[in-house]
């Protein structure tokens, strides 16, 4: 009896991890061409109109050169953030049955985002990819791992790892904080449908939400990350050189903003539908 428990446990478990993969494989096929837009407003500080004519300068065979270090990123970090979480909250409540509610999801949601984190060296590839500068150098994404790892060695893989650190476990905490308050504001759904549309109004207005809050620190860790070799700056020195060479001006810093606001609107609706969706069926 103890055993088929734990049975139907472990199969929940994965059922989180698996959902969370699929969803975000999704949303990577289909929004990958808004994210290399805005990935040149990042690096570049150009406005909306001139990144999509670079892109279209760049051709349609180079518009999803990079789709494979996302589509596993993301699909790993999805199934990590949502599967992690779901397994901590869990632990937590099971050790620590006293404590609010509040307090053991909002750990487990730090503790989610943390382990994100060991998969940076695949977003970190996806910037190399995703620059016009390095176009000519680098063959793939087995490539320039390869490269990196010869050259430079293991850490040079995880340049730009405190940004994510710092943007991953609080917007966690938000996410899975606000997804279920902000869907009971919602009109009620009555069928399938609506379900699907009110998940994927909640997913994207909270991914949209933290997408601005959080986008300073998606400039700097795309800065850090499209540098190979050389000293690792901290935080503080990759945001006063970017404030600089945009004339001091923090409304330059969220270039490329309202076009992540839209992206994301659409990703973590996505997602989010996807994922209950799926786990709705299975």
């Given at each position: 009896?103890?055993?088929?428990?734990?049975?139907?446990?472990?199969?929940?478990?994965?059922?989180?991890?698996?959902?969370?993969?699929?969803?975000?494989?999704?949303?990577?096929?289909?929004?990958?061409?808004?994210?290399?837009?805005?990935?040149?407003?990042?690096?570049?500080?150009?406005?909306?109109?001139?990144?999509?004519?670079?892109?279209?300068?760049?051709?349609?065979?180079?518009?999803?050169?990079?789709?494979?270090?996302?589509?596993?990123?993301?699909?790993?970090?999805?199934?990590?953030?949502?599967?992690?979480?779901?397994?901590?909250?869990?632990?937590?409540?099971?050790?620590?049955?006293?404590?609010?509610?509040?307090?053991?999801?909002?750990?487990?949601?730090?503790?989610?985002?943390?382990?994100?984190?060991?998969?940076?060296?695949?977003?970190?590839?996806?910037?190399?990819?995703?620059?016009?500068?390095?176009?000519g150098n680098f063959q793939n994404t087995a490539h320039i791992f390869r490269l990196l790892l010869q050259q430079h060695g293991i850490r040079e893989l995880y340049r730009g790892l405190v940004p994510i650190l710092l943007r991953n476990g609080p917007s966690n905490v938000f996410f899975f904080g606000l997804r279920g308050p902000i869907k009971e504001l919602l009109p009620k759904a009555e069928t399938k449908a609506g379900h699907l549309v009110n998940d994927f109004v909640c997913g994207g207005i909270l991914g949209a939400?933290?997408?601005?809050?959080?986008?300073?620190?998606?400039?700097?860790?795309?800065?850090?990350?499209?540098?190979?070799?050389?000293?690792?700056?901290?935080?503080?020195?990759?945001?006063?050189?970017?404030?600089?060479?945009?004339?001091?001006?923090?409304?330059?810093?969220?270039?490329?903003?309202?076009?992540?606001?839209?992206?994301?609107?659409?990703?973590?609706?996505?997602?989010?539908?996807?994922?209950?969706?799926?786990?709705?069926?299975?």
């Amino acid at each position: 009896m103890a055993s088929t428990d734990q049975d139907q446990e472990s199969l929940q478990s994965q059922k989180h991890y698996l959902c969370g993969s699929v969803a975000a494989f999704a949303n990577i096929v289909i929004t990958f061409p808004i994210h290399k837009a805005l990935f040149r407003q990042q690096l570049f500080g150009v406005q909306t109109r001139e990144a999509v004519r670079q892109l279209q300068r760049d051709g349609v065979r180079t518009l999803y050169r990079g789709i494979l270090p996302p589509l596993l990123q993301k699909s790993s970090t999805i199934a990590v953030m949502f599967g992690l979480y779901e397994d901590f909250s869990r632990l937590l409540r099971l050790t620590a049955p006293q404590a609010p509610v509040l307090l053991t999801d909002s750990i487990a949601a730090v503790l989610a985002g943390t382990a994100e984190a060991v998969l940076t060296p695949f977003e970190r590839v996806q910037t190399l990819l995703q620059d016009p500068r390095h176009h000519g150098n680098f063959q793939n994404t087995a490539h320039i791992f390869r490269l990196l790892l010869q050259q430079h060695g293991i850490r040079e893989l995880y340049r730009g790892l405190v940004p994510i650190l710092l943007r991953n476990g609080p917007s966690n905490v938000f996410f899975f904080g606000l997804r279920g308050p902000i869907k009971e504001l919602l009109p009620k759904a009555e069928t399938k449908a609506g379900h699907l549309v009110n998940d994927f109004v909640c997913g994207g207005i909270l991914g949209a939400g933290l997408g601005v809050v959080f986008y300073p620190l998606n400039v700097v860790k795309s800065h850090a990350q499209v540098q190979i070799g050389g000293e690792f700056q901290s935080c503080r020195v990759i945001l006063a050189n970017v404030l600089r060479e945009r004339d001091g001006k923090v409304s330059r810093l969220f270039r490329g903003v309202h076009l992540n606001f839209q992206r994301s609107v659409f990703s973590w609706g996505i997602i989010n539908a996807t994922y209950e969706l799926l786990l709705k069926m299975l």
